[in-house]
């Protein structure tokens, strides 16, 4: 990817990430769900890392990801992102992270598979399942996790919603610790941009890429219509 489309995603990304926090319903949500804590683990999505500094976004869903385990909300944090636009897996950065503002690497776990913020929460899920976690959330920005509210419910996801409170982050110290992201590199990297048309991106957003698992797709139209892409 060049070098200006990646300035210009990550830019329009830390523009936009100060609307995303704000949403009037997300302290409701988080009332109703954290009534359910301690969860076994939540999903934390990734958001491309340039090599020398996290962005906002990044910053955010970092931080709230250790925010609720420090509140012992969460047992186990998975991050997840795959190298996407950049050259670095946004999972291991994010786990890099999180292991350096103290949250013990037993307790965290990465999906570096998905490319869209639909294959975040399969592929999570799926790391879920493999650890044996039942109880289990998505933690990050409210306009993000507005948008997953269909998908989650579509296919019947056991997946709660713990969208960032944009007052109770803001009282953290969110300052960036000090990492070394070379272990996160992808070696023979090759940009989603050119890999993909926008055309093919677009369905990857709606969930058309996904190599699914035959027990997740739970009702006979659902089997008929995703069972061309099962995965072993």
Known sequence: MKAVSIITYLSLTMLLSGCFLFSPSAEKTNQKYLKKAPYDAIIVPGVPYDGKHWSETMRNRVHWGVYLYRKGYTKN???????????????????????????????????????????????????????????????????????????????????????????????????????DPSSAKRANFVSIVNRQSKWQRLRGTFGQHIRWKEEDLKTKHLRKKYGNRIEP
């Not at 997840?80 to 992270?97: I, N, P, Q, R």
């Not at 929460?121 to 269909?150: C, E, W």
């Not at 296919?155 to 709660?160: E, G, L, R, Y």
Request: aromatic share 12%; glycine share 4%.
């Open 77 to 179: 944090i998975i991050f997840s992102g795959s190298a996407v636009y950049t050259e670095y897996e946004e999972a291991k950065v994010m786990a890099l992270y999180g292991e350096a503002l103290g949250i013990p690497k037993q307790h965290i776990f990465t999906d570096p598979r998905a490319e869209h913020t639909t294959e975040n929460i399969y592929y999570s899920y799926r790391v879920a399942k493999k650890q044996g976690f039942h109880k289990i959330a998505l933690a990050t920005d409210p306009f993000q996790l507005n948008g997953m509210r269909k998908f989650i419910k579509k296919f019947d996801f056991p997946v709660d919603l713990l969208p960032i409170i944009k007052d109770t982050l803001m009282k953290q110290d969110l300052s960036e610790p000090t990492i």
